[in-house]
């Protein structure tokens, strides 16, 4: 009997669906793929509000459909190896855009033993697209949207993690998408930079810009996108408004606050020694770490403890230290912090810490150790890797360079090449 393959991800079976199975049933037995959890979180498609198990059931449920199996990997290697359908049937969506490298790879699959794929036109209807959207929308929800990093870590060999300061960045972070070797990469999740906040608000990073108006920030991000979110919360104020903090970024569906150890008038990391910055004692920061663990509403929620004791030149006995007593204080992470090109004491802190703590979360922030690869870092026990401050890097001189030009040109001409189109920009932002 020829077996007939395709693969489902979603909670709610629509008329689209009904129709593939239509035309598989046609041309033999069918069995009926779900993708699961695991490759459901990873490539953010949708919140599965029901589980794995019931989502099986329900496949079982279609009239039409023989067999259910999992599909663990987006790419199709698992199921096509084991069953070999003659038929893969898909709505042709995935002809276009990123997906298609998925579509290129199952044509590769199948060419091995004349397998055929079928491309099923997609059902595009209002009811169908009012129930796409949905469950997209679902991905932006707190309480979805905040419980979705500490899945990653479990799912993924490192969380990649990119810098958001506004509603744009934020879906620059959201929707870029690469296929590379055949395969499809993009950001797991935003960095709400303390250093990017403030510069795009023209203010240095000095923990000048309040909170309110850091709360301001997230929410432009959150309105416009569904990826979790890792803010930067740097010393954390006094513990006794803190509490406050670590409350009002679980309402507002954020994973996790990193809080670096240091007290006075903070400043940005990466000026090292060459500013007066002042650690807060191991005793002080654990106190700040367990209050807001004792605060904190949700099990979700994380509070992830910055180490300032490589930058601020205290070696790596003091870094190692302070990691074991935050992490008995209660911190769900260790970020560990260098200025360094080179990035040796990194790997040596993260060789040690590991040697001890084969669990706890391990962050770093690779902006001066920049050779590393997410591919060394996590072999190295990193977990999540963000990228804090390249997209302002990158608008910044471009932008100033155009305003240069401008001015030198007494005209816009000279500049319109390297513009990005007007009738690009105004379609930039999807409408719901
Ligand atoms: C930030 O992005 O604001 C950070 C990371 O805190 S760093 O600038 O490297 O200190
Ligand atoms: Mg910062």
Redesign the pocket.
């Given at each position: 009997m020829t077996t007939v393959y395709t693969c489902f991800c979603t909670d709610i079976v629509h008329e689209g669906h009904l129709n593939i199975i239509e035309e598989a049933r046609k041309r033999g037995r069918v069995i009926v793929g779900c993708l699961s959890d695991r490759a459901i979180i990873r490539y953010n498609k949708i919140i599965p509000t029901i589980s794995q198990n019931e989502r099986i059931k329900l496949y079982r449920s279609i009239p039409g459909v023989d067999e259910v199996v999992i599909q663990e990997d987006m790419f199709y290697d698992d199921v096509i190896t084991l069953i070999r359908p003659k038929y893969v049937l898909h709505g042709d969506n995935w002809k276009k855009g990123p997906i298609s490298a998925i579509r290129a790879h199952v044509v590769e699959l199948l060419s091995v033993y004349g397998g055929e794929i079928v491309d099923v036109p997609y059902t595009y209807n209002e009811k169908v697209k009012k129930i796409d959207l949905q469950c997209r929308e679902k991905l932006a929800m707190p309480e979805y949207r905040r419980k979705r990093l500490r899945q990653l870590i479990e799912m993924t060999p490192i969380v990649k993690v990119m810098?958001a300061h506004s509603g744009l960045t934020g879906l620059i972070v959201e929707k870029t998408v690469v296929e590379h070797n055949g395969r499809l990469d993009q950001f797991d999740a935003m960095?709400i930079?303390?250093?990017?906040d403030s510069t795009a608000k023209g203010k240095p990073?000095i923990e000048l810009v309040d909170m309110t108006s850091r709360f301001r920030t997230i929410e432009d991000i959150t309105e416009v996108t569904t990826k979790p979110i890792i803010f930067?919360g740097?010393t954390g104020g006094l513990t006794e408004h803190f509490v406050y903090t670590v409350r009002s970024l679980e309402r507002m569906g954020v994973s996790a606050v990193i809080i670096?150890d240091k007290k006075g008038l903070k400043k940005?990391?990466?000026f090292g020694t060459e500013v007066e910055q002042t650690q807060a004692t191991i005793e002080e920061f654990s106190e700040k770490i367990a209050a807001g663990k004792n605060a904190q509403l949700t099990d979700d929620f994380m509070i992830i403890a910055r180490l300032e004791s490589l930058i601020l030149d205290k070696g790596m006995g003091d870094a190692l230290e302070r990691a074991r007593a935050f992490v008995s204080a209660g911190a769900d992470g260790i970020m560990i912090?260098s200025r360094k090109k080179d990035p040796a004491e990194i790997l040596e802190f993260c060789d040690k810490f590991r040697a001890e703590d084969k669990a706890t979360p391990l962050v770093v922030?690779p902006?001066s150790f920049n050779v590393i690869t997410e591919k060394e870092l996590s072999d190295h026990g990193v977990n999540i890797v963000i990228y804090?401050?390249q997209l302002t890097r990158a608008a910044f001189p471009a932008m100033q360079q155009t305003a240069e030009d401008i001015l030198r040109y007494h005209r816009a001409k000279e500049v319109d090449d390297r513009l990005m189109p007007i009738k690009q920009i105004i379609t930039l932002i999807d409408e719901i």
């Open positions: 810098e960095w930079s303390s250093l990017c990073d930067d740097d670096e940005n990391s990466l912090h922030v902006s804090a401050n």
